[in-house]
């Protein structure tokens, strides 16, 4: 099958993905064979590809944002009928005993497996995942506007609800790629208020056109005091400038699995009462509710389309703030 591989990482200008013929998977027991029609592309596969995460799997193929259809059961595996639209998300497995998967937090098992970082992904034409961390993608979302629902909305959708938004409740979203421009879709059907921030002119353009109340610069203060943020961006200068910008007992949320170090900051920005979590990973009930969610509202994702044999350049695209809204790879035409 036609795959972009990664054998050593390297920065994206140096174009480090390999698009060539590798073996096609074969399903394990429990497994589903999927053909690949879409795989969003999201950030951490740029933090794959550029080493920022550690390398577990060499090579390796990204990517985690996958729609396709189940072309073949594995033994066991009767989850899903032949031709069933189903996506592959970031979770790719976990190990269903320590004791996080024990108390309802899987996104923290200690063992998990992850789709296009220790295992392979979906920049590819199959992938296989095992049938019970296989979401089934709702009617009525296009395959190429449902793959970036599958991280960037699934974290995003879990960023929200730590932020413990109310109706009414003024949310600042700090970096408006993937993920904000699909959080920003909820929170207004929530009647929450958005405020977002964002180094690039494009984004803020995007921002405004889907309801934010205002749209300013990445370390710009919005005009009033916010009641949560959440922090999109992997840059940790963000960390002060948002809690500056939030009330008493505000709540700032860091929806990153990678960010560049925090810089000291006084102790008065978080005193008060505010806090600070971070989101690592997600549940399969996460996801299954957001994608109902995403359904019903209907949510709209921006996307821009490029073939798979273009993965270096919709990543290089990211990394230049160049796409308003998500990339997306077009396996199967
Ligand atoms: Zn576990
Ligand atoms: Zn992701």
């Not at 916010?226 to 948002?242: K, M, N, R, S, T």
Request: glycine fraction near 10%; charged fraction near 20%.
């Amino acid at each position: 099958m036609k795959a972009c591989l990664l054998r050593t990482p390297a920065r994206i200008q140096e174009n480090p993905l390999e698009f060539g013929e590798v073996a096609a998977p074969r399903p394990d027991s429990g497994e589903v064979l999927v053909r690949v029609q879409v795989c969003g592309v999201c950030r951490t596969d740029l933090h794959v590809v550029e080493g920022e995460l550690p390398p577990k799997l060499l090579p390796v193929i990204p990517g985690h944002q996958v729609v396709g259809r189940v072309e073949e059961n594995g033994v066991g595996a009767a989850r899903f009928a032949r031709g069933a639209r189903v996506g592959v998300a970031w979770l790719h497995k976990t190990d269903g005993t320590c004791e996080y998967c024990r108390q309802n937090k899987e996104n923290l098992c200690n063992a998990p497996l992850l789709t296009g970082y220790t295992v392979n992904g979906g920049y590819a034409e199959h992938i296989v995942a095992p049938q019970d961390f296989v979401y089934p993608i709702p009617e009525g979302l296009a395959d190429e506007h449902a793959a970036p629902l599958l991280c960037a909305g699934i974290i995003g959708y879990r960023c929200l609800r730590m932020a413990k938004l109310t109706h009414g409740a003024k949310l600042g979203l700090y970096g408006f790629g993937a993920a904000a421009h699909v959080a920003i879709q909820v929170a207004n059907h929530w009647g929450v208020h958005v405020y977002a921030a964002t180094r690039d002119q494009r984004h803020q353009k995007l921002a405004m056109e889907l309801g934010a109340k205002w749209a300013g610069g990445g370390l710009d203060l919005p005009p009033v005091q916010l009641d949560a943020a959440i922090v999109f961006a992997p840059a940790g200068e963000i960390v002060p400038v948002a809690l500056k910008a939030l009330r008493k007992s505000g709540r700032l949320i860091l929806g990153g699995i990678h960010m560049s170090d925090i810089p000291s900051f006084p102790y008065d920005l978080l005193y008060q009462e505010r806090m600070i979590r971070s989101v690592a990973n997600n549940t399969r009930k996460d996801g299954e509710e957001f994608l109902k969610l995403a359904a019903e509202i209907p949510i709209r994702t921006h996307v821009q389309l490029y073939p798979l044999s273009d993965a270096n350049r919709a990543l290089n695209a990211l990394k230049n703030d160049a796409i308003p809204g998500a990339a997306v790879l077009q396996v199967q035409s």
